[in-house]
């Protein structure tokens, strides 16, 4: 009886998960099956959920109305530039506000976290009037400097690295590391999920990103993918939606095939980046 229970627990929240499964998987399904469609079909109520002849050329017909390739290769410079940058800004800030002491250190982090407080929307005339006079408009700098640094990501940082115990640094110390040996054999390996997790967030994020790139760039050698999909929405004729759709899907196809690739890893770091 005692091992059953277990074995019916198990059933019992997959008979759970399934139709939240099916719910989640809806609107991709959706979304699938309208860039195969006709424009013809998706406003046909007779014409049912499945189209009656695949249109896979709405996929390069997609393709055709803006340079794709272009937008996907700023949109891979921007999202990993960004990544890059905010792992080595959050890094040092979480280890200096968790782990060093000086004079102001908690109201200086207090002041730091302000910005977590304030919707993005909210500093975006701040951000476009320092981009402007620094020079950077229309430039792929522009889209990438305001986002540096990252008071979410420090939070979540400076969480982890008061979690690791005080005596693994002070062997550290004892053994001759300085303050750069202990966080990057000490601190880094330890809050590898947490970095996992934020790398997650910030690139969802800035890879999704329409609003500050429609603002910074007016040109298509510096624009990135959400743009190229805003223009097939404008349309003067009215959205082509097959085409939109078709190239929503190739939007979203490198972050669902990162996530198929690494679903463990990605997991795995949510559940251990849980702050205590």
Not at 27 to 42: G, H, Q
Not at 111 to 126: E, G, K, N, R
Not at 237 to 246: E, F, N, T, Y
Not at 247 to 263: D, E, N, Y
Request: glycine share 6%; with cysteine; hydrophobic share 55%.
């Amino acid at each position: 009886m005692l091992s059953f229970r277990p074995f019916a627990r198990s059933r019992w929240m997959h008979w759970v998960l399934v139709p939240a499964l099916l719910l989640w998987l809806s609107p991709l399904a959706w979304m699938l099956l309208t860039s195969l469609k006709t424009r013809v079909e998706i406003f046909d109520p007779a014409a049912g959920l499945w189209p009656q002849v695949l249109q896979w050329s709405n996929y390069p017909a997609a393709l055709s109305v803006a340079p794709f390739g272009t937008y996907l290769l700023n949109s891979l410079l921007v999202t990993a530039g960004i990544l890059l940058a905010q792992l080595t800004t959050i890094t040092l800030a979480a280890y200096a506000f968790a782990r060093l002491r000086f004079p102001g250190r908690d109201l200086l982090f207090g002041l730091f976290l302000l910005q977590v407080m304030f919707p993005i929307y909210a500093t975006f005339l701040t951000n476009f009037i320092t981009v402007r006079e620094l020079g950077l408009m229309n430039t792929l700098w522009a889209l990438m400097v305001p986002f540096i640094a990252s008071g979410y990501g420090t939070f979540m940082l400076r969480q982890a690295f008061r979690q690791v115990p005080q005596e693994l640094a002070d062997a550290a110390r004892l053994d001759g590391c300085g303050h750069w040996a202990t966080l990057w054999h000490v601190y880094l390996p330890l809050v590898k999920p947490t970095l996992i997790a934020f790398g997650m967030i910030s690139v969802v994020t800035h890879w999704n990103d329409y609003m500050w790139p429609l603002l910074v760039t007016n040109s298509e050698t510096v624009r990135t993918l959400p743009i190229g999909l805003g223009l097939l929405a404008k349309a003067d004729s009215g959205a082509d939606w097959p085409r939109l759709m078709a190239a929503t899907m190739l939007v979203s196809a490198p972050l669902m095939l990162v996530f198929v690739i690494f679903q463990r890893r990605f997991v795995s770091s949510f559940m251990h980046a849980g702050l205590k």
